[in-house]
């Protein structure tokens, strides 16, 4: 049972990152930065994005995995 409450709050922590690459990248496309500097900026939204992604899979996984042992 604490498997899946721990995989939910990973998977809830993920989806505020990834929200948060949303509204950052959405910010950068609006302000009309030259393209170099929209490039740097989308570059370091990215490792942030995958990251997210990441741990929102790991908490998915967790989730899935508590279920099945339940």
């Known amino acids: 049972m604490m498997l899946i409450w721990i995989?939910?709050?990973?998977?809830v922590?993920?989806?505020?990152?990834i929200i948060y690459s949303i509204v950052a990248v959405t910010r950068a496309k609006r302000?009309?930065?030259?393209?170099?500097?929209?490039?740097?900026?989308l570059g370091?939204?990215?490792?942030?994005?995958l990251g997210a992604l990441l741990v929102s899979v790991i908490?998915?996984?967790?989730?899935?995995?508590g279920i099945v042992l339940a």
């Open 59 to 65: 908490g998915l996984m967790c989730v899935i995995v």
């Open 44 to 49: 370091r939204v990215l490792p942030i994005n």
């Open 13 to 17: 922590i993920g989806l505020v990152g």
């Open 31 to 41: 302000a009309k930065l030259e393209d170099a500097e929209l490039r740097a900026r």
């Open 7 to 11: 995989g939910a709050t990973l998977s």
